[in-house]
């Protein structure tokens, strides 16, 4: 039998008839009680692995279980996959299962930023020590690691500035040493990056972004590679971390569709970042699919394909000028996130969020999240806004 394709799988990973009793969208079990006949029916349900057997609310429901499996399925090589109440939780808590005082993290200097204050706040308060690295470094992360490292966290390509790192490179040289690797993997999805058959220990996932794709729920994931998850498990079941049945069930109905949402995201995206390289408005697309972008015979070669988030630098101007485009866009929200049906556009200050590297541009830059408007639409509005700009920069 050949291997089913992702996008075949997506549709009904995770589903099992027990939990649906034939319902398409496994329901909402809701709970925290759980009763048991005797007794001795307890103590025997408390002692044994309670993995996917009703025990208590805290470990979760057929509802959560079935998305935790699907994206377990979407990772070749994945043992499990735990879900959180959001990704920055998934990130945090996936840190704390693989580290002690003592240690030290390697985190690249385009990390979102909430993991590197989660680095350099409460993982520092508990002695561990966090060395920012260039996303560019690839095989030269050997020269960075001491006898402390024990782990090395990617996410590729980086947040805001896009960079793409060499994912084999970077676990080739951890694997070397007993290091573990973890990433976030919100961007790409195991569908164009399946990071765990590339030797990577734990695939981190904003699932807010993508799985969800409708802006109306928080919810993180992380999957563990094979032989990974008890750590994994032994940490989020001593810190409680939980998601709702609710906002696992619509992060289910969600990942049904990811797949040719992420293709409509990805197209639209791409032929918008073509058409503002054409622009003289427009100084630099950061975009991994486009040849100039840092790191992007790394996109060619790994990922199956991008999804719909870049930004692009302007050419000079200020603040007051990047808000002339951004505030009279039609199409496009201003707000974070991204990842739903709705296009969003965001001023972005990338140097902020930079210790190891420089970040240098000849202007202000903007994050796009292209949504599943029409992108014609979406150039005109972006055109107008490019107009705008212009005027107000002189
Ligand atoms: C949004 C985001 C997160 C955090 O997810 P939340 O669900 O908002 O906590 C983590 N990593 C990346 C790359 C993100 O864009």
Sequence with gaps: MTDKK?????????????????????PVWRASTILYDTVADLRARGAA????KLFYGRRGTPTQWTLADALTELEPGAEATLLYPSGVAAVTTALLAVLAPGDELLVPDSAYDPTRNFAGGMLKRFGIDTTFYDPLIGARIADLCTDRTKAIFME???SLTFEVQ????????????????LIDNTWATPLLLPVIAMGVDYSILACTKYVVGHSDVMLGSVTAA?????????ASY??????????????????????VRLKQHGEAALKIAEWLKTRPEV?????????????????????????GLFSFVLNGGDDAARAALIDGLEHFGIGFSWGGYESLALPIDPHRFRSATRWEAEGPAVRLQIGLEDPDDLIADLEAGLARFARKRG
């Design 6 to 26: 992702n996008s075949t799988k997506i549709v009904s990973a995770g589903r099992r008839p027990e939990w649906t009793q034939g319902i398409v969208n496994t």
């Design 49 to 52: 692995d309670t993995h996917h």
């Design 283 to 307: 100084a630099r697309v950061l975009h991994p699919a486009l040849p100039d972008c840092p790191g992007h015979e790394i996109f060619a070669r790994d990922f199956k394909g991008a999804s």
């Design 156 to 158: 590729s390509p980086g």
């Design 226 to 234: 094979e032989g990974q998850y008890e750590r994994l498990r032994a």
């Design 166 to 181: 060499d994912v084999p490179a970077i676990v080739a040289v951890a694997k070397a040493r007993s290091i573990t690797t």
């Design 238 to 259: 001593q810190l409680g971390q939980y998601a709702s049945p609710d906002d696992a069930w619509l992060g289910t109905r969600g990942l049904r569709t990811m797949a």
